[in-house]
C-alpha cells in the first residue's frame, strides 16, 4: 500500500518569531535575544511535522507581501513543499516572548490580511489540481471571507474523495459540522463555546463528544484537554488518556502537531487508540522545546511507546 499524500490548507499564515527575555516589564525596551523565525499557522505547522515524521505532505497557504516571500523561503528551509497562492495583502507576523523571570509566555497574534473571493477561488482551483488523499484545513479565517469558508473547501475535497480534517473554532467550525468532516479537533474551551455549555467533568464531555458523532456532526471528535489529556470520539466509542509526564518549555504548535500525528495515523489505517497516542506523543514532544512545532521524529516515536503503555 502506497504511502498517503496529505494536503494541509492555512488560509492565514504568519511568519513566527520568538525569543527570551529577562523580564517583560512595561515601558521601558525590553532587550531580547535567542530569536527564532519559523514559518506558522496552523497547517503550517500541521505540515512541518508531519514532513518530519517522514509523511508525503503538500503545503498551500494564501500569502503576500515581503513576509509572504520570507514564508515560503522559511518552508523550503524546513523541506516541506509549498504551494503559495499569492494574495495582495501582507502575511502577519506573530510574537511569542519568554518571560524567564516568570516562566510565563506571551503571545501576540495579529488579524492578518484581508482576503477577496479572487484569491480565495484561486485557492479552491489549485487545491482541486493538485494530487492528495487527505486534507487537513487548520486555522483561523483571514479577514474578509465568509464564515463557511472552510464548508466551500471541505465539499469540494469530499467530492475528489479526500476525507477532510478541520481544526479551528467559533462560527467557521459551527458552519462546517455535519458535512462529512473525518475529524475535528477542538480544545476543550472552543468545545464548550461550540456546544454552548460548560462540560465540568470527564463523564460530560465523553458523552458531549460522543452526541456529537452520533448527529452527524464529524466522523471523529478529538477534544484536547490541557494538563488533563485529551480524548477521541468515534462511532465505536470514547478513548481518553492522560497529558504525558514532560518538562513545557513552550506551547506553539502543540495542538497543531497533535493533529498531524494523529492523522498521518488514521490515514495509514491506524486504530482510535493507536491514532490517540500517537496525537498525545506529538503534542507533548512540541512542547519540549520553544519556537512553533518543533518536535523531533525520536522523541515522538519514544513518547508514542510511554503512551501506548499507559
Given amino acids: 500500500m502506497s504511502e498517503p499524500r496529505i494536503l494541509t490548507l492555512t488560509l492565514n499564515p504568519a511568519v513566527d518569531v520568538a525569543f527570551t527575555a529577562d523580564a517583560v516589564v512595561p515601558t521601558i525596551k525590553i532587550r531580547t535575544y535567542g530569536e527564532t523565525h519559523d514559518p506558522g499557522g496552523g497547517g503550517v505547522n500541521v505540515a512541518r511535522v508531519l514532513r518530519e515524521m517522514g509523511a508525503d505532505v503538500q503545503a498551500v497557504v494564501l500569502a503576500g507581501g515581503v513576509t509572504g516571500m520570507h514564508l515560503e523561503e522559511l ?45 480565495l477561488d484561486a485557492c479552491l482551483r489549485l487545491l482541486d489540481a493538485l494530487p492528495g488523499d487527505w ?30 480534517v478541520l481544526d479551528t473554532s467559533g462560527a467557521a467550525l459551527k458552519a462546517a459540522l455535519g458535512h462529512s468532516l473525518a475529524l475535528i479537533k477542538p480544545s476543550l474551551h472552543e468545545f464548550q463555546h461550540l456546544l454552548g455549555r460548560t462540560l465540568p467533568d470527564a463523564a460530560s464531555q465523553d458523552e458531549a463528544a460522543r452526541a456529537l458523532v452520533a448527529s452527524g456532526g464529524a466522523e471523529r471528535v478529538a477534544v ?75 522523541t515522538i516515536e519514544e513518547l508514542f511507546r510511554l503512551a501506548m503503555a499507559g
Fill in 75 to 119: 518552508l523550503a528551509a524546513a523541506g516541506v513543499p509549498c504551494q503559495r497562492v499569492r494574495i495582495a495583502g501582507h502575511t502577519r507576523i506573530c510574537t511569542t516572548v519568554q518571560d524567564r523571570a516568570t516562566g510565563q509566555e506571551y503571545r501576540f497574534v495579529p488579524e492578518g490580511p484581508l482576503v477577496d473571493e479572487a484569491e
Fill in 135 to 164: 486534507l487537513v484545513a487548520s486555522g483561523s479565517l483571514p479577514r474578509g471571507v465568509a464564515d463557511d469558508t472552510y464548508l466551500r473547501f471541505a465539499y469540494a475535497a469530499t467530492r475528489r474523495g479526500r476525507p477532510v
Fill in 224 to 298: 484536547s484537554l490541557g494538563d488533563q489529556g485529551a480524548l477521541l470520539a468515534t462511532r465505536e466509542g470514547v478513548w481518553r488518556m492522560a497529558a504525558l509526564p514532560v518538562r513545557v518549555r513552550g506551547a506553539v504548535g502543540a495542538g497543531d502537531s497533535f493533529v498531524a500525528a494523529m492523522v498521518l495515523a488514521l490515514a495509514r489505517g491506524a486504530p482510535p487508540r493507536e491514532a490517540l497516542a500517537w496525537g498525545m506523543a506529538a503534542g507533548a514532544a512540541a512542547v519540549t522545546s520553544t519556537g512553533t512545532a518543533h518536535p523531533t521524529r525520536a
